[in-house]
């Protein structure tokens, strides 16, 4: 079983900064992990994905050079680095895991290969 909890969300203007948080529990040293967004009336996105074992990331082409996922695998703990932030950057962002799914696959991004969520972080850019 897996647990994770975000942390960080907030209201920041735009081209601002913020940084996301998620903290793990339980076993995930195989697992892709991945940072979804939902805003009011989408459906919910994948931002980014990073695999556990090796450390490499994806991310969707909306975020690509503003955002950053990384992880602290002593302080079991991912991130979302978010720069040069826009309106249409506001969403609730979650952090997922994926126990059997491949990072580098094209599948990174959708929501049914991911088995576990947070109960999500809010994030608003004011223009």
């Known amino acids: 079983q897996v647990q994770l909890v975000e942390s960080g969300g907030g209201s920041v203007q735009a081209g601002g900064s913020l940084r996301l948080s998620c903290a793990v529990s339980?076993?995930?040293?195989?697992?892709?992990m991945g940072w979804f967004r939902q805003a009011p009336g989408k459906e919910r996105e994948g931002v980014a994905a990073l695999s556990i074992s090796s450390g490499g990331t994806v991310a969707a082409d909306s975020v690509k050079g503003r955002f950053t996922m990384s992880q602290d695998n002593e302080k079991r703990m991912l991130y979302l680095q978010m720069n040069s932030l826009k309106p249409e950057d506001t969403a609730v962002y979650y952090c997922?895991?994926?126990?059997?799914?491949?990072?580098?696959?094209?599948?990174?991004?959708?929501?049914?290969?991911?088995?576990?969520w947070g109960q999500g972080t809010q994030v608003t850019v004011s223009s």
């Open positions: 339980g076993t995930y040293s195989t697992f892709c």
């Open positions: 997922a895991a994926a126990p059997a799914l491949k990072c580098y696959s094209t599948a990174w991004s959708l929501e049914p290969g991911y088995k576990y």
